[in-house]
Antibody
Framework: QVQLVESGGGLVKPGGSLRLSCAAS????????MTWVRQAPGKGLEWVSHISSRSSFTNYTDSVKGRFTVSRDNAKNSLYLQMNNLTPEDTAVYYCARPLAAYSNNWPLDFWGQGTLVTVSS | EIVLTQSPGTLSLSPGERATLSCRAS???????LAWYQQKPGQAPRLLMY???IRATGIPERFSGSGSGTDFTLTISRLEPEDFAVYYCQHYGSSWTFGQGTKVEIK
């Protein structure tokens, strides 16, 4: 069955960096766009970034552009989010998620990981 | 960027009642790229509906979606105890945004 397992979250000081990972299994990872979504404590969902199946296309929400970098290693069935120059506003649970169908970003997210908590605080 | 506004913020209802949740877009949603998710405390979101009115796999028939253009609705015909949760609408495709959520709570 499809599984997405995030890791790499933790406590980091403002201005610091963190790299999140998402290990995928149970499906043909290299065929799917992948997405990061975050949720600040007690708040709603916010789309962060996505990356195409072969890494040729990436996109970011405005608030993280220039600070976050999404990448993937299809040989390792893994998705990453490198987060630099973190601020307290980046504190959230970060989810990786897979769209309903392969090869396109024009689908909603039907499989989600359990999330990893990033806390930015001094 | 499309902004999605959900209303009401909180809906207080009893089991067995009908729930009607609204999602309004700041501009017309092309391609019917509108989805709904359910989220319970401590859990990841769960896809309920996509393409406005298509139920995702395993979603009960009491959930239905409708709308077009800028106005969309998620209806739960008769609330079951497990339906009390937060619901988010989402635009996907050319741009990706979520609404701020509607909490359906037990009255």
């Amino acid at each position: 069955q499809v599984q997405l397992v995030e890791s790499g979250g933790g406590l980091v000081k403002p201005g610091g960096s963190l790299r999140l990972s998402c290990a995928a299994s149970g499906f043909s990872f290299s065929d799917y766009y992948m997405t990061w979504v975050r949720q600040a404590p007690g708040k709603g969902l916010e789309w962060v970034s996505h990356i195409s199946s072969r890494s040729s296309f990436t996109n970011y929400t405005d608030s993280v552009k220039g600070r976050f970098t999404v990448s993937r290693d299809n040989a390792k069935n893994s998705l990453y989010l490198q987060m630099n120059n973190l601020t307290p506003e980046d504190t959230a649970v970060y989810y990786c998620a897979r769209p309903l169908a392969a090869y396109s970003n024009n689908w909603p997210l039907d499989f989600w990981g359990q999330g990893t908590l990033v806390t930015v605080s001094s | 960027e499309i902004v999605l506004t959900q209303s009401p913020g909180t809906l207080s209802l009893s089991p067995g009642e009908r729930a009607t949740l609204s999602c309004r877009a700041s501009q017309s949603v092309s391609g019917r790229y509108l989805a709904w998710y359910q989220q319970k405390p401590g859990q990841a979101p769960r896809l309920l509906m996509y393409a406005v009115s298509i139920r995702a796999t395993g979603i009960p028939e009491r959930f239905s979606g409708s709308g077009s253009g800028t106005d969309f609705t998620l209806t739960i015909s008769r609330l079951e105890p497990e339906d009390f949760a937060v619901y988010y609408c989402q635009h996907y495709g050319s741009s990706w945004t979520f609404g701020q959520g509607t909490k359906v709570e037990i009255k």
